[in-house]
């Protein structure tokens, strides 16, 4: 299976390994562009991603985004500028309105059971990823995409990041990501949040950021179609999330150290032919 999303872009199906790459949640409209012209400046053609609610935040205080109106503004901006945009929703109540303003659609893995949220967003036609929750086994993440399937929306994606392992701690099973390709859909590592710590300082989750490259390189080498990476040019200044984001300034060789995997792989299963 392969989702298009541009003429340059492209995701599944052997394609080139594709990056999905933002910041946790929308700061300001001038924030998302700079990331949006400085990742595509790294990367080239990228799907871009921000949050425009964050409503699984682990304190009732924090930053949330600016909501579904203004940040549905504000991504429709990022995507007049040639990029293509992926999103979350929430509720099923949110995904006609997303879909008018990005190319993708995402469950967050806290959902990724609620079916009609599922529904809704397969409804829509858009590209749906469905986040693996951190509670649900490799093999069983199928029956969310039998979900969006159903509504006649094949084009669906389904992402790893990582699995509660006691309390505060998140671990990646890479057997997982040959498991979850026997489905038939794309499969995308996300490197940020499965380096993620929940609730670890106490009213917010902590990192160890330090793990980003190590697991991307091997998650690639597992043969993901796409990674997915939450950056910022100061994690300690982000809104969401910083705990666990890559530093901008390393992106350039966290891809081209990836890249060269991804196509070193290619080469080899090629040869074996």
């Given amino acids: 299976m392969k989702i298009e999303l541009s003429q340059s872009l492209s995701i599944g199906d052997n394609a080139p390994l594709a990056l999905i790459a933002g910041p946790c949640v929308i700061e300001s409209e001038e924030h998302v562009q700079f990331l949006a012209r400085e990742i595509r400046r790294i ?8 949050s ?17 109106k203004e940040g549905l503004r504000i991504l429709a901006g990022v995507r ?3 990029h293509a945009v992926l999103t979350d929703i929430h ?14 659609l995402q469950i ?13 967003a397969g409804r829509t036609g858009r590209a749906v990823n469905i986040k693996k929750g951190q509670f649900v086994a490799p093999g069983d993440i199928r029956h969310a995409a039998d979900k969006v399937a159903s509504t ?12 509660t392992f ?13 498991m979850m390709r026997e489905s038939g859909w794309p499969v995308i590592f996300d490197a940020t949040h499965s380096v993620q710590m929940p609730g670890a300082a106490g009213n917010a989750s902590s990192g160890q950021p330090q793990f980003i490259a190590p697991l991307s390189r091997a998650a690639v080498a597992c043969g993901v179609d796409a990674l997915f990476v939450e950056v910022h040019e100061a994690p300690e200044r982000a809104k969401s999330d910083g705990a666990n984001a890559l530093r901008l300034d390393l992106l ?22």
């Fill in 43 to 50: 990367a080239g053609p990228f799907v871009f991603k921000a």
């Fill in 52 to 68: 425009f609610d964050k409503a699984n935040r682990s304190s009732g205080g924090s930053y949330r985004g600016p909501r579904i």
């Fill in 80 to 82: 007049a500028m040639g």
């Fill in 91 to 104: 509720e099923p109540s949110q995904a006609e309105a997303a879909a008018e303003c990005v190319d993708i």
């Fill in 108 to 120: 967050p893995a806290f959902l990724c059971r609620q079916t009609d949220l599922l529904i809704a």
């Fill in 152 to 163: 006649g929306n094949d084009r669906i994606l389904l992402t790893e990041r990582g699995t």
């Fill in 166 to 178: 006691g309390y505060n701690n998140l671990v990646v099973d890479m057997r997982g990501l040959a």
């Fill in 252 to 273: 350039p060789k966290l891809m081209e150290q990836v890249r060269a995997i991804d196509l070193a792989r290619r080469m080899t299963l090629g040869s074996a032919r």
